[in-house]
């Protein structure tokens, strides 16, 4: 089973694909963190990919590639996630490409639908111990004391600079300029599935095991 994980930043992609790798062995292919470990470890992708981005530039759609072939021969049989890639319609061919080379095919696309009013909320609306780093809301988790921590007592706690109603607003704008490129491409395949994303964790995790055990 190989899948695309699409949403914007904020949508729990990353909390949904770490469970599918716990629950069902399947790997996560994160461009931006496989970026980051080829170049720690000196890869000769790694290498290259440091090259240029030392210069300033974007990583080309080659590298990309390259690191991703890299990944899925290492993975063996298992399904691999991706999240972060493909962001372009010459991505979402490349891709096709890599996995056939490899006798394996996409099954499904599946995309997690927010509403941005909403989404906004839940972002800035969060923050965590500057202690123990446990997760707090304005709304919806709020320390039973008011300013101490449920979990270690302390009365600092921290917000992401990344947090606010702007940078939300101008990375969703970012999302849907990316994906729509690619979505009529896997629809006219017959493989885009939409989930709610502003369910629960929980609810959405049972939303995609029906799409993956279906
Ligand atoms: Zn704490």
Redesign the pocket.
């Known amino acids: 089973m190989n899948i695309v994980l699409l949403g914007p930043p904020g949508a729990g992609k990353g909390t949904q694909a770490a469970r599918l790798q716990a629950q069902r062995g399947m790997i996560q292919m994160s461009t931006g963190d496989m970026l980051r470990e080829a170049v720690a470890k000196g890869s000769p992708v790694g290498i290259e990919a440091k090259a240029v981005m030392a210069a300033g530039k974007l990583v080309s759609d080659a590298i990309v590639s390259a690191l991703i072939g890299e990944r899925l021969d290492a993975a063996g049989t298992h399904g691999a996630i991706f999240d972060g890639f493909p962001r372009t319609r010459e991505q979402a061919e490349a891709l096709d490409l890599l996995l056939s080379e490899r006798d394996r095919s996409l099954d499904y696309v599946i995309e997690l639908e927010v509403e941005e009013d909403a989404l906004v909320r839940r972002i800035v609306g969060r923050f965590?111990?500057?202690?123990?780093?446990?997760p707090y809301h304005d709304e919806y988790a709020r320390p039973l004391t008011e300013g101490v921590?449920?979990?270690?007592?302390?009365t600092e706690f921290v917000r992401r600079p990344d947090d606010n109603e702007a940078t939300v607003r101008r990375r969703m704008a970012e999302y849907r300029a990316k994906t729509e490129p690619i979505l009529p491409y896997y629809e006219q395949r017959g493989l885009v599935r939409r989930v709610d994303g502003m369910a629960s964790v929980e609810q959405v995790a049972a939303q995609i095991d029906a799409i993956l055990d279906s």
């Open positions: 965590t111990c500057a202690n123990c780093c446990a921590c449920d979990q270690c007592g302390a």
